[in-house]
Every structure is written in structure tokens, then in C-alpha cells.
């Protein structure tokens, strides 16, 4: 990986002095923030996505007019060899590998009148991907970037308002967390969230499978795979959404800014002419005395995008090579998905996700993934005296439209995929496994297995793939 290596040694100055800085302020507000924060072992409490399970306070209890908080997360993974009767342009690469990534965050959050939020959070990112992220739709690493490379690099992850409008029902309590402030709010509520962040803060939050920083890390696993939301190569877009809660029910509507181009850094603020609206039911439920959930996404994308089978018939009247890129203008792509989680104990969950978008133009902001399956659990360790870690196993079956295996078969390539030739398409198929122990509060280590068969929906270099990783999160 010519591009890519591992120079920790010269990121230790910067990355250490942004870590203390933001350790200093989160130290000096413990005495303000509450104690009672969410376990680790669970997805850190995104833009509006209050905690639902408490039970209604039978009295206001304390909020805060601020707070700060700093996560840190590293992951390590090694791929094992493979045997590929061949490789093209961009494969994954049948020779042992390993990668990285290193995040540093922080969140900053602050009450501006009633009913208003500010959060901020400032980040750094480095990392160096598996065969320089090309080969795989089901993307091994969740913390990885687009545009990431070995040198650490800080920008605004996230900048937003929150406003929260009160429309009765019963008091809840939510406690101080990252992106949330300890407070009390009805439960049947209007809340409008304008500015920065990445659309999976507020939309298909799973309980068990949406943080890559303490669940599952791989792509197929974390979010809708077939779900092509609009955002940036770092997965942050602008834009507004509005979610209503009323009871058992929340129905959420958002329109977020596309890139410029596929894949890109750059965003594109003309939102009347390229955006990304979502727009999600939820309801929650009660089986069995353990709570659950279920919920409907429909997307629609409107972007510069290019035709798979356009760019097909153009080389077949050239004589050339399939370009999608060649082919470029607006166009749209629409898709949904649903999933159900259902608590089965105190201590154990399962999920169920399935999503499919009519992928005829190329993939934009996230991977390519057309249609998708998966499922898991996830199980606490209470049964042998360690409450706090977390057991997590899940596995994903992903696949192509036609004009898409068509296009890979010609000899074309996309934003990850691009073998050269699709002879024998095979489904993308996944297992991941982790173990997420908690070394002491607020820093956590994990094991992390994952098998992957027909890299690149490709039957002849079927694999399968082993990667065996190791992540260190640390929160407080």
C-alpha cells in the first residue's frame, strides 16, 4: 500500500495536545454533568434520539445549560490471504493486509433559549484502508473514510441546532450524554434539527447495530446498506429535518445536501437542484414485558449521477470501456428499507434489517450495495458477572441489479468495485463476531472476526476473506 503507511509517531504531537485540550474541558465540567451516563457498550445518543426507555419522571429533574464530552477510538485489522485467479484495478488484493484508523472527537453542547441546542463537535481522523478501499461494498471498517489517509486531519464532524417544541403527554427524562444534554421533555414533542451532522444520527438508530465505535464495524452491518444517503466523503452532510413524537409513534422527514460530485469532499448547497430527502416511520412496542421496535424508510436521492446502461450502450457504439462517469446528469434514485429490534431479556437483543434502492445509476455517498439483508444479536454479559461488556453476532447478504452486473461485467468501474470482468456473480455474504469488554469506565477493548465471501459479488474469487481486528474506545 504505497499510499498509505503508518505514521503514528508523527501524529503523536498533534493528536495528544487536541486530546488533552478536550480532556481538560470534560474534566472540568464532571462537576456539572450528571454521573448517570449511558453505558459504552450501547450507541452513543445521537441529534434528537432520546432515550425512550425511561420511565417518566415523576418529577422535573436536573438539566444542564452545557456539557462536554471527548471520545478516542482505534481499530486494527488484519486481512488474511485469499486465492483470486486474478485481480484487476480495483480488487481487493489477495495477498495478507492490515489497516487502521484512529478518531478523536469532541462534543460540545449548550442551551440557547428554551427548547434550543447548539452542539459542536470539532474531530480528527486518520487511517489507512484495506487495499486502498476498493474490492468491497461490505466495507470492513465504519470509522474508514472516503477521503482518509495516514496523516491526521481536523474538521467540523458536526454543528447543529436543536429545537424542540413541547406538545404535552408525559414527562421524560433524558441524561447527559455526547450530543445530548441531561433535560426533560414531553413525550409527544416537535423537534427541528438544522446544520451539520450524518443522516444515520437521527434516521434507522438500531439499538444493537449502528456504532461502529462500540458494535459491529462492518458497513453491511451499521446502517440500510442499499441506503445511498447524501453526504460527503466523510459521511457529514447539511441540511434540516423535522421529526414529530407522539406516543408510541415518530415520523421523521429530512432533505440533506449531496456531493458534488460522487463521492466527493465537497458539497453541493443548491438543495432546489441535487439533495437527499429520507423519510422514516417508527413505531415502538412492548412483546413479551421487553420493548422493541419497527421501522419503515423511503429515500430519494436527486444528484448528478451517471447511468449504469448508458454508459454501456456508449461503449458498445465507441468500442471502448463502460464509464459511468462519462455519462453524467441529473437523475434520481429511490429506495426503502425496514427493520425490527426486539429486546428478548434485559440482556438480550436481536435485530432485522432488509433494504433495496432501483441502483440503475451509480452509487453516490455510500457504498455499492443495491439490495441487502441482515441480522444479528447482541448479548450482554451478565450471565458470567461481566454486565458490562457486550457479545455481538450478526451476519449480511448484499447483491447487484442487473445493469449494475452488467456494467462490472463490461469492464467498468465504481467507487469501490472494479475487478475487470464479472463472469460468475455471487452474492457479497458476511459474518462479523465481536467480544466488547469493558477495561475500566469509560474505555472499552475489542475483539473483532469477520468473514466475507465473494468479495466484490464476484463467484471466482470467492474467498472467503478472514479479517481479524482489535479496536480500543475510549469515552468519558
Known sequence: MSNFTLP??????????????????????????????????????????????????????????????????????????????????????????????????????????????????????????????????SINNGEIQK?????????????????????????????????????????????????????????????????????????????????????????????????????????????????????????????TRHHGDTFEIEHDHVLGGHPGVVRIMAFRNLANAGSYRDAINAALASGGTPDVTSVRTDAAKHGYGISVEQALSDDLGVFFRASKADDKVEEYAFTEIDNTVSAGLSLKGSQWQRQDDTVGFAFASSGLNQDHRDYLAAGGLGGFLGDGKLTRYGRERVVEVYYNAQVLKGVNFTLDFQQIANPGFNADRHGPVYIFGSRVHAAF
Not at 418529577?59 to 471527548?70: E, F, L, M, R, S
Not at 488474511?80 to 462534543?107: I, K
Open 147 to 271: 477521503n482518509g489517509g495516514p496523516d491526521m486531519r481536523f474538521y467540523w464532524a458536526r454543528a447543529f441546532i436543536r429545537q424542540t417544541f413541547g406538545l404535552g403527554g408525559e414527562q421524560i427524562h433524558v441524561d447527559d450524554d455526547q450530543n445530548q444534554l441531561a433535560g426533560n421533555y414531553d413525550k409527544r414533542r416537535l423537534v427541528v434539527t438544522v446544520g451539520k451532522l450524518t443522516q444515520t444520527d437521527l434516521f434507522e438508530k438500531s439499538t444493537y447495530a449502528n456504532d461502529p465505535r462500540t458494535q459491529f464495524l462492518n458497513w453491511a452491518m451499521i446502517t440500510h446498506g442499499a441506503w445511498d444517503y447524501a453526504a460527503d466523503a466523510r459521511a457529514y452532510s447539511v441540511g434540516l429535518a423535522t421529526e414529530l413524537y407522539w406516543d408510541d409513534w415518530a415520523f421523521r422527514a429530512g432533505r440533506y445536501m449531496e456531493p458534488q460530485v460522487a463521492n466527493g469532499n465537497y458539497l453541493d448547497y443548491n438543495l
Open 8 to 137: 503514528l509517531a508523527a501524529q503523536t504531537f498533534r493528536t495528544s495536545l487536541f486530546l488533552q485540550l478536550l480532556g481538560a474541558v470534560c474534566l472540568s465540567n464532571a462537576a456539572h454533568a450528571t454521573d448517570d451516563t449511558q453505558s459504552s457498550q450501547a450507541p452513543a445518543p445521537q441529534p434528537s434520539q432520546l432515550v425512550q426507555a425511561n420511565a417518566p419522571a415523576e418529577a422535573p429533574a436536573p438539566t444542564d445549560n452545557w456539557n462536554a464530552h471527548v471520545q478516542s477510538t482505534y481499530v486494527w485489522q488484519k486481512k488474511s490471504s485469499f486465492n483470486a485467479p486474478y485481480t484487476g484495478p480495483q480488487s481487493l488484493r489477495p495477498d495478507a493486509e492490515h489497516g487502521y484508523t484512529l478518531s478523536v472527537t469532541g462534543f460540545f453542547g449548550a442551551r440557547l433559549w428554551h427548547g434550543a441546542e447548539l452542539y459542536l463537535n470539532p474531530e480528527g481522523v486518520q487511517g489507512a484502508p484495506l487495499s486502498e478501499l476498493h474490492g468491497l461494498s
